[in-house]
């Protein structure tokens, strides 16, 4: 990356700045610090929330349900000590914690107006990178899950960003700094959101070919790159060995996601009321047979039920195809009604994969990564259940790639369009 692309342009911190200030004024306009004391306060945080509540209160990383379950690894690690940390110093379930928690988010999102424009600049201009940064910190979508959701929903996507970023400039980046940054980003990507790792071999395999294009050499730094990254894992895994007497890579909840996706009344959508802070039955289950027992013994239900029904297995999945890029209907609405409360949300997605198209067919510069980022990432959820927030993760590419298509839309006379800002790099 050259000097030039470096220094960022001052209007670049005035949207950080300007975003920060107006999601934070929605929180108190909106009152969205206002906790809520039914359900033990589990929609504040929901399974992060009882995980950072245990901390705060000295029985670690335990408890996903707010009951006495013992250690637990329900949830990657990250953003739940960050819970428990807010909780430590201003208190659990508080108005206080509330506030710094939504403006921690509130940060988060801002802040992910940097990599938009690095990348924006890089792989298509500086037009649309000025257009994407001002969309991005100006767009109350954006502010939604700042602003609502205590969960990770707004620090994956700038480390995601960040990981689309160095991958870009890796092509042509020698020595080891490069790599030993992607090995750490990957790391805290993976203790934030394992679901990114989907995305990892496609990254690594496009930064190899396209630095053998370029002459540099890639094992090396693909061997730090990799021991850097399970040194930033090893702690957590060492950890779940000592809790649990057995390998847990992460996570443990893989069965119980599956099964919310799929069984007997399965229909695309999230079955919500199986979940243990809905259901009785199922709350004394995951508490009698124990977290690692419990997503096993639903791993093998969800598992039956595919196998016992493959076509509808594949049918439902196609749906869960739908929800995810056209917006998750609310059960009960009808298809037409759905596709109608969601058509912003079904917009942008053929915005976004228009973009996609153009910079694949003109061979834009990093039109690799976005179509192995925009292919891999969403795989999972297909086959588990769709929701507006899974595809959060990858907005901030998906909206550089749909700012692309209305600004040529918007220029199309001008005869200078974006395809055309930075024709020195090949595609792929």
């Known amino acids: 990356m050259t000097s030039q692309r470096a220094k960022l342009p001052r209007f670049v911190w005035q949207a950080v700045v300007l975003s920060l200030a107006l999601q934070v004024a929605a929180i108190g306009l909106l009152h969205q610090y206002r906790t809520r004391a039914t359900d033990n306060q589990f929609g504040f945080g929901w399974e992060m929330g009882c995980i950072g509540r245990a901390i705060a209160e000295g029985r670690g990383f335990s408890d996903p349900y707010c009951a006495g379950t013992g250690p637990s690894a329900w949830e990657p690690p990250l953003y739940p000590y960050l819970i428990g940390g807010v909780f430590k110093l201003f208190g659990i379930y508080s108005v206080a914690s509330a506030w710094v928690l939504l403006t921690i988010n509130s940060l988060f999102a801002s802040l992910t107006c ?43 996507p700038l480390i995601l960003s960040l990981i689309f970023l160095v991958s870009l400039q890796l092509e042509e980046w020698p020595g080891i700094k490069g790599w030993i940054l992607f090995g750490v980003l990957w790391g805290l990507g993976a203790l934030m959101n394992p679901s990114m790792l989907s995305f990892l071999p496609f990254c690594g395999l496009w930064v190899w070919y396209r630095r053998s294009k370029h002459g540099l050499s890639s094992f090396g730094g693909v061997v730090l790159a990799s021991l850097v990254f399970f040194l930033c894992l090893s702690p957590w895994l060492v950890r779940n060995y000592n809790a649990f007497g057995k390998f847990v890579f992460i996570r443990d909840d893989f069965g119980q996601q599956f099964r919310l ?154 005869q200078q369009p974006a395809l055309r800002e930075n024709p020195e790099h090949s595609a792929v």
Request: glycine share 6%; aromatic share 16%; no cysteine.
């Open 261 to 414: 996706g799929n069984g007997p009344n399965a229909n695309g959508i999230l079955m919500a009321y199986l979940q243990p802070n809905l259901n009785a039955t199922e709350r004394s289950r995951f508490e009698h047979m124990g977290e690692l027992a419990y997503a096993s013994e639903r791993k093998r239900e969800a598992f039956d039920f595919v196998r016992e029904n493959p076509g509808r297995f594949a049918v439902i999945s196609l749906k869960r195809f739908f929800y995810y890029w056209a917006g998750v209907p609310k059960r009960g609405d009808r298809m037409l009604l759905a596709l109608l409360r969601n058509l912003i949300f079904l917009a942008s997605s053929v915005l976004a994969l228009a973009g996609l198209l153009r910079v694949w067919r003109h061979e834009k510069p990093g039109a690799g990564p976005y179509a192995l980022l925009v292919f891999s990432y969403p795989t999972v959820y297909y086959f588990v259940f769709a929701h507006a927030r899974y595809r959060h993760p990858i907005e901030p590419e998906l909206l550089i790639l749909a700012v692309l298509v209305v600004s040529e839309a918007r220029f199309f006379s001008s």
């Open 114 to 156: 940097i990599p938009i424009y690095l990348i924006a600049g890089r792989t298509m201009g500086e037009k649309v990178a000025r257009w994407s940064v001002w969309t991005w910190a100006l767009l109350p979508y954006t502010w939604y899950w700042s602003i609502h959701w205590v969960w990770d929903t707004t620090i994956t």
